[in-house]
């Protein structure tokens, strides 16, 4: 592990970027498609391009783990890191704004916390737990405004999010418990392959598919963005990072992923900002820097 230089910020500035870009792009998808097939075709491309890479640049993966004993790790991380959040990410995301996502997915850390608190040896101090309240408080500012004054955006649409985010946490308690086996390239692509496996019966059994209507090259455009760049490409730059960097580094991405989500919610579909989103964000951040502080500690 080096300290952080010039190289290690960009890396960490381009995967907030990547990560806070999918959330307009579901919402391009999700006009003419449904949340499995945005799920599958996600995970799709993801699985081919990821599955590339590995081949190109993670050598010491070895296909063999594939059906070692540790499987059903790797098909739970499947399940609960990629298709269980695509799904409802989507379900959600239809009913609020991109950027109002974006701001909701941030409540991710704040839950690693809490659930490392009680199933790992990573445990509260002061700053973590003043951290986690700012946290929670900014997700009730965006609640309150958006679905008693301004009336933006579903109570159910906004659930649908916070599990997203919720199922990322398990995902990652259950990567935790294997990361002492395997290296970060072999967990993510195992699980990859666990999710599309897993959803694609879905969407053969619940998508609606229209065979009659055109093909929407935006939509299309923005469902292989979603897989290659903010699935595939997004977990390598991850993973080089932690490599690099360290995990605590690594989780500074969270401070900057809702601000280019509503940037580019605002730039690319013109969707309008709420004073109560540039407040929430504010309590995010300062929640999220005393969470690091609690961590070097």
């Known amino acids: ?9 960009l890396n960490l500035f381009l995967l907030a970027a990547i990560w806070g870009s999918a959330f307009f792009n579901y919402k391009i998808v999700l006009r003419n498609y449904d949340y499995f ?4 075709g996600r ?3 993801a699985t081919f391009f990821f599955i590339f890479l590995s081949i190109i640049f993670f050598r010491k993966i070895k296909l063999m783990n594939f059906f070692s004993k540790d499987f059903y790790l790797f098909f739970f991380i499947g399940l609960f890191n990629y298709v269980i959040p695509f799904i409802f990410i ?3 995301i239809s009913n609020m704004s991109s950027g109002l996502a974006a701001l909701l997915m941030s409540a991710g850390p704040f839950y690693a916390i809490i659930l490392s608190h009680y199933f790992t040896d990573d445990k509260f101090n002061k700053f973590k737990f003043i951290g986690v309240c700012l946290g929670f408080f900014s997700v009730i500012i965006l609640v309150y405004d958006n679905i008693y004054l301004t009336k933006t955006t579903n109570f159910i649409s906004v659930i649908f999010v916070l599990m997203a985010s919720f199922f990322y946490v398990l995902g990652g308690l259950l990567i935790k418990k294997l990361i002492i086996n395997y290296n970060n390239e072999t967990i993510i692509s195992f699980s990859i392959i666990w999710a599309t496996l897993i959803i694609s019966p879905l969407v053969f059994l619940f998508s609606k598919i229209e065979y009659d209507k055109p093909l929407h090259l935006e939509s299309i455009f923005s469902l292989i963005y979603l897989g290659i760049v903010s699935t595939a490409i997004a977990f390598f730059v991850r993973a080089k990072i932690i490599e690099q960097n360290g995990l605590i580094f690594m989780s500074q991405v969270s401070l900057l992923i809702p601000i280019f989500g509503i940037f580019f919610s ?3 579909l ?3 900002l709420y004073l109560s989103m540039a407040i929430s964000l504010i309590f995010i951040i300062l929640g999220l820097l005393l969470v690091q502080r609690g961590y070097k500690n």
Do not use: D, V, W
């Open 43 to 45: 995970l799709l491309f």
């Open 1 to 9: 592990m080096q300290k952080p230089n010039l190289i290690s910020y």
């Open 90 to 92: 989507g379900i959600g």
């Open 270 to 272: 013109s969707e309008k």
């Open 37 to 40: 097939i945005l799920a599958g």
């Open 266 to 268: 605002y730039f690319f």
